[in-house]
């Protein structure tokens, strides 16, 4: 048995793998609170993410009616970039600084000159430094909570956090890693001199985690906490990753050839590649992936947020919501919201505000407002699909995951807007999936068996056909119109990103 573990935005969900059978036992969820406050602040209390683990492994136990001691191996996923540090006793300094909090989007400008701007920062690491990156929170540390920035010992991520918790030991992977802004993508390794340049004195570099393969341990559970949470204590705990690299793991994105996209709180579509071929679209993450290749993404910041901000304002429940989006045309007769009430990453407007445009007395009603925001938030996936296309990713079908996922109407949207078929693999919860997966993968190795990670996808993974949806013809045109709408609006309101360029640097 494998215990699997996602702690996303909004909450954190655990899995239960029998990797023999390639069955899912049980399954269980828990919430996370977000702390927000000016200038796009978007913070966690690392103690909510350990109280919902606790809380999801034993829903998740409950449910397939197995005891704890049966768990060989336990594979977490986390929300990619948060910022956690503790000080030189194991103790967090302050609220986890996450993904979306754009508060630091001044210093990563700063810090994107230092680079050399966007051709500097791919030449040197791969990727173009975003907001939202761990790098620019830690000089946003330094100059906002200096004291505390004094006493940092250890610079961790958000699933290297609970990999901490549950071993006592600070390491971490090379997807994750990938997306400090402070690691080079190509070579694998950190890039010290950043932190060099944001601190001077060497504390930040002293603070670095140590790098492992995603198919190395980071350790066994700590024999108290095993005791506590009832968990076998020779349980070994995977190296895990980002939630993305996990849920390629979770949809068998092993190998190229296929397209994730996951509806959660951001919005993420993401290919497999043998080589890091870097892309010269700013847009484009060429990230690790945290199964021995590298994994070129595209993250939106605004997807369930704002479908849950119109839902709330017009007090609906999901079903209601629903029945409101069917009842409006495609193009919402006109009304069309650009759904960037986080800023946002791609198009890189972090400090955009959201606009509604095309209201008229006719067409201003709640079905059209409803239909809006699910179309406004696809859009900017459709907006990245055309760049991972335009750089040479092509996949005949899109899997779908995330919470998203399971809303039917939302799936023959994603197949229209994106004129490709669309499919769930059986368990929407694909990055939980794909860490019980890879502890799985790890637990082999550990004992010498030859079971692949191939193998293990093959075995756990299933497409679910009562899920696939093809593009209807006539509304794939009726979204094309739809959409040069939304990118003329886009430009027309907030300007022209980085026009893109197509042509690729040093692979
Ligand atoms: N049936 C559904 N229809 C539409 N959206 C849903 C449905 N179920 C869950 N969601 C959305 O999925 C979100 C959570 O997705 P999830 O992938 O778990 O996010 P995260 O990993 O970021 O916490 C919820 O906030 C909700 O808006
Ligand atoms: O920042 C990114 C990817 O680069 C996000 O995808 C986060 O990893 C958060 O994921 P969810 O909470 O939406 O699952």
Redo the contacts with the bound molecule.
Sequence with gaps: MFLGI?C????T?ALLLDAASGQVLGQGSAGHELISGPNGRREQHVEQWTAAFEAATAAALAEAGVTGDQVLGIGVSG?QHGLVTLDRDGQVLRPAKLWCDTESAEENQRLLQWLGGERGSLERLGVVIAPGYTVSKLLWMKEQHPRLFERIAHILLPHDYLNYWLTGRCCSEYGDASGTGYFDVRTRRWDREILRHIDASGRLEAALPELIAPDEAVGRLRPELAHRLGLNPDAIVSGGGG?NMMGAIGTANIRPGAITM?????GTLYAFAEEPRISQQPAVATFCSSSGGWLPLICTMNL?NA??AIRDLLQLD?DQFNVLVAQAPIGAEGVTLLPFLNGERVPALPQATASLHGLTADNLTRANLCRAVLEGVTFGLRYGLDLLRKNGIRSERIQLI???A??PQ?RQIVADMMATPVVCTTHS?A?ALGGAIQAAWCHARQSDSHASLAALCERCISIDEATAVEPEADAVQAYEQAYRRYRELVIATYGQPTPPDLTTVTP
């Design positions: 996602d996303g935005t909004q909450g969900k929300q939630d996951s509806l959660g709180t951001s369930t479908n849950g999901f995330g919470g998203g399971k809303n939302w919860e990055a």
